[in-house]
C-alpha cells in the first residue's frame, strides 16, 4: 500500500489529547472534527474527511494495522446494525447538546465551573491543572465538556479496534453516519448495483 | 480481450459504512466511495486479492467468483 500525507494525520490526535492534558483550552480546536466532515459532506457531497483526513481514522489504522495491535474480529452484527448506529448519533448528539447546556448553565452563572473531565458521561476525573490561565467560565466549561466527549470516544475506539477490525470505530462513528446520511440524502440518484 | 481474474470483491452496499479503508489499501485501486454513500468497485481493475474485505471494519465485502450469478440475479440483470 502506497503511504500517503494523510496517513500521518494521527499525530493531529496525538497533538490534540497532548496539548489538552496542560492546557484545556486547546480543547477548543476539537470543533475542527466536528465541523470540517460536515462542511465537506454538505457543500461537497463526499465523506473525503473519513475517507482520508480524519486523525481519528488515521490513528486507528497506524495502531490496529500498522503497529497490528488489532486482532481483526469481524464487528458483531448488532454493531453494525443501523438500529445501533442512528442510535448511537442520537445519544451522541444528546449528550452533546447536554454539554452545551451545561455550558449556558455556567454561562447564566446558575453553576460553578468544573474543573474535570468526565470518561464515559459518567466517571468524573479530576483535571483541574490544565486551567493555568484563567478565561470566561463558560469557555472553559465548554473546552472541559469536547475534551470529554473527544477522550471518552478515542478510548471506545481503541477498545473496538484492539477486539476487531482497525477502524471498527467507523462503524458506529457518530460523525460518519451523520455525514453519510448527509450524503446519501444529497445522492438521490442511486448508483447501479454491483453485478457479479 | 483482456484476461480478467477468477475472482473479484463485491460490496454490500445498503450496509457499507463508506469509511474508505477498502479505498485506502487497494493495491489497484480499484475501489472508490460513490458520492460518500458507499464503496464501489471497478470490476475491470479488481483482481480478488481481498485486501478491502480484510480490511472492512463491517465486514461487508465478500471475494466472490467473478461468475457466480444465481438464477434470480441474472433475472434481475
Not at chain 1, 468524573?124 to 471518552?152: C, D, H, I, N
Amino acid at each position: 500500500m502506497s503511504k500517503h500525507w494523510y496517513h500521518y494525520l494521527w499525530i493531529w490526535s496525538v497533538i490534540y489529547f497532548a496539548l489538552g492534558f496542560f492546557n484545556i483550552l486547546f480543547a477548543w480546536l476539537g470543533m475542527i472534527s466536528f465541523c470540517l466532515p460536515l462542511v465537506i459532506a454538505i457543500f461537497g457531497g463526499s465523506k473525503a474527511f473519513c475517507n482520508r483526513y480524519c486523525d481519528r481514522g488515521q490513528l486507528l489504522r497506524a495502531l490496529g494495522s500498522q503497529a497490528g495491535l488489532s486482532r481483526r474480529r469481524d464487528i458483531p452484527v448488532w454493531m453494525r446494525s443501523k438500529f445501533f448506529r442512528y442510535g448511537f448519533l442520537i445519544f451522541f448528539l444528546a449528550m452533546f447538546a447536554q454539554m452545551l447546556y451545561a455550558t449556558y448553565l455556567v454561562y447564566a452563572g446558575v453553576t460553578t465551573l468544573g474543573e474535570f473531565v468526565t470518561l464515559f458521561w459518567s466517571v468524573r476525573v479530576p483535571w483541574e491543572w490544565a486551567y493555568p490561565v484563567k478565561v470566561a467560565p463558560w469557555a472553559a466549561q465548554f473546552a472541559f465538556g469536547l475534551y470529554s466527549l473527544m477522550l471518552t470516544s478515542a478510548i471506545l475506539g481503541i477498545i473496538t479496534m484492539l477486539f476487531f477490525k482497525p477502524r471498527s470505530w467507523c462503524v458506529y462513528c457518530p460523525m460518519g453516519t451523520m455525514t453519510q446520511l448527509i450524503c446519501r440524502a444529497k445522492s438521490p440518484d442511486t448508483y447501479p448495483e454491483q453485478k457479479i | 480481450m483482456k484476461k480478467l481474474s477468477p475472482r473479484l470483491a463485491f460490496v454490500n452496499q445498503s450496509e457499507c459504512v463508506a469509511c474508505g479503508s477498502c479505498m485506502d489499501v487497494c493495491p489497484r485501486g480499484a475501489v472508490s466511495v460513490w458520492r460518500g454513500s458507499f464503496a464501489v468497485v471497478d470490476e475491470g481493475l479488481c483482481v480478488g486479492c481481498g485486501q478491502c474485505a480484510k480490511e472492512c471494519p463491517a465486514s461487508v465485502i465478500e471475494i466472490r467468483p467473478r461468475l457466480s450469478r444465481t438464477a434470480a440475479e441474472e433475472k434481475i440483470a
